[in-house]
């Protein structure tokens, strides 16, 4: 009889589902999942600003084996793919295998047991858990960031996040909004209809294309899912064009201009709105509303820098006060931070958090030397600049799934990736992405010190999914051996 691997998620969003589905199917059921929030979901049970949707068409934004035809349309808001998501879960019997309003604060590997000790902040207290392997699936984009701008905690009105949205806050005065990526790009406009002005302070300008989101209409929603190939292959295009090498940025530019003069007309508001970067470095932008939203007379693009925050708004360095009842942090996420919610020990006392000081790294994203059994889904340098992260999560998923199989069929307690093979994963990473779109600025996918990339997977998906479909059994040291 082969042995049952205990097997710990951390996390119940589209890559902790993705992880649980593959091993329920695969035969590895003594699984659990620990969920810090009070639903299954991540991040879209966390942002509901108002207009919150997925930017990646939903018939490729889901999951390759629940195929959804009742998608409202093309690139569905958050409370359908949050929906979706507890489906999706409740049909594949996840839901009952997750612990809800449980943190992982620690995770602590044994080498005399060969099992990973986990500590949890749960409803009733702290707790303890022993799992065979633990699988961190926690996100890139789960912990919101609040910049340290001086007077931030000084501000009289509301102030909250666009990740932690306010719903019972009054947002018909004057709002402001600090930072303008894609969560902003998506709730001005609606800020633009219920406020009496909104102040939306830009300190670097987006390239935003087009969104091509239309209705599904009843007859048609039997042909969403014959959507997803299509819209993979020109994700596929997309994704590999965020390279200095190819010229799809080129054209992406070309659009995103004409996009730029058409929708607003004043030059000057063009002006600001203008980015002074290469495109494709920071994150490209898929919009309607935007430029609409901000052409309009009582919405304002700030450019000038942020000096402080004082209780009645915010002030610019050219001196400016702007005043403001209510105050929204558009300012994304600590992404840079992986796994930073977790002190996570491993083989000899080493902290992960030290050893990736720099920036994360790991081999396929997923495996970290000196951290037996541990796998890490959407690791580092699996994240897109386009595209569908599902089917990066899936592959991960997969290729998880092949190293338990491995360590089912040979009866092992541990499984380690070597730090050669981790080397040369990441050399030929950072390799092809010396070349990226996003070699070339300051943005969420580089560490701030160092400046490696590391949120990010150069190219399209496929060369990813091809390199994770067979396991390599002679990249990892099973049982403390090599192969
Ligand atoms: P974000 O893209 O990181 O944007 C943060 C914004 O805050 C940027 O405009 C940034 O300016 C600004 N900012 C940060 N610190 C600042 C400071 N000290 N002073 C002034 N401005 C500051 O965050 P996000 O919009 O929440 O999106 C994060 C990621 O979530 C996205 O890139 C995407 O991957 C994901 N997301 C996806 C969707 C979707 O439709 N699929 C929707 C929302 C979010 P700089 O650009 O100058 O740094």
Redesign the pocket.
């Known amino acids: 009889m082969s042995r049952a691997y205990r097997v710990g998620i951390i996390g119940s969003g589209f890559g902790g589902l993705a992880v649980a589905a593959e091993l329920l199917r695969h035969g590895h059921t003594d699984l659990r999942l620990w969920e810090r929030g009070d639903a299954v979901g991540g991040v879209w049970r966390d ?1 509901t600003y108002p207009g ?5 068409p939903s018939p490729l934004y889901s999951f390759s084996f629940a195929k959804e035809t009742g998608w409202s349309k093309r690139y569905a808001g958050q409370p359908e793919i949050l929906a979706y998501l507890q489906r999706v879960a409740d049909d594949l019997g996840i839901t009952e295998r997750v612990r809800l309003r449980t943190s992982v604060v620690a995770a602590t590997w044994d080498e005399e047991t060969r099992t990973w000790r986990v500590d949890l902040e749960g409803p009733d207290g702290p707790g303890t858990d022993e799992v065979d392997v633990l699988v961190s699936a926690v996100g890139q ?1 789960s912990e919101p960031t609040v ?1 340290a ?1 001086p007077g931030a905690e000084s501000f009289a009105g509301t102030a909250f996040h ?2 932690r949205w306010d719903h019972d806050a009054d947002l018909s005065g004057r709002v402001a909004v ?7 790009i ?1 709730f001005v406009p609606h800020l633009a209809d219920s406020a009496r002005r909104v102040t939306v ?4 300008a987006n390239y935003i294309l087009p969104k091509p989101d239309g209705t599904f209409r009843d007859w048609y929603r039997r042909f969403i899912p014959a959507e997803r190939p299509a819209f993979y292959e020109v994700a596929e295009q997309f994704s590999k064009g965020l390279d200095d090498r190819s010229p799809v940025n080129k054209i992406n530019k070309v659009v995103a201009e004409a996009h730029l003069r058409l929708r607003v007309r004043d030059p000057e508001l063009r002006a600001r709105l203008t980015p002074d970067y290469p495109i494709g470095c ?2 490209i932008l898929f919009s309607n509303t935007f430029y609409p939203a901000v052409a309009r007379p009582h919405v304002d693009v700030v450019t000038d820098a ?1 000096a402080a925050v004082e209780p009645t708004g915010v002030r610019t360095a050219d001196g400016r006060l702007h005043e403001a009842d209510t105050l929204v942090w ?4 600590a992404a840079q931070d992986f796994l930073s919610t977790v002190t996570v020990t491993g083989a000899g006392g080493r902290v992960l958090a030290e050893q990736w000081a720099d920036g994360a790294r790991a081999y396929q994203g997923i495996h970290v030397p000196g951290f037996p059994n541990l796998f890490v889904c959407y690791g580092p340098n699996t ?1 897109l600049g386009g595209s569908s992260i599902i089917v990066m999560l899936e592959a991960q998923a997969h290729a998880m799934r092949l190293a338990l199989d491995e360590m089912r069929r040979r009866g092992a307690e541990r499984v380690e990736v070597t730090p050669a093979a981790e080397q040369a994963w990441d050399d030929e990473v950072q390799g092809e992405l010396a070349h990226s779109a996003w070699a070339h600025c ?3 996918y580089r560490h701030p010190v160092s400046g490696r990339i590391t949120s990010n997977w150069p190219g399209g998906t496929k060369p990813f999914v091809a390199r994770t479909r067979e396991l390599d059994t002679a990249a990892f040291a099973w049982d403390g051996a090599p192969a």
């Open positions: 942002n919150a949707a997925c930017d990646v984009l910049p701008i666009s990740a600090v930072g303008c990526g894609a969560s902003a998506q302070f830009q300190r670097s920071k994150r942020i558009g300012t994304g996420f994240n300051d943005s969420w």
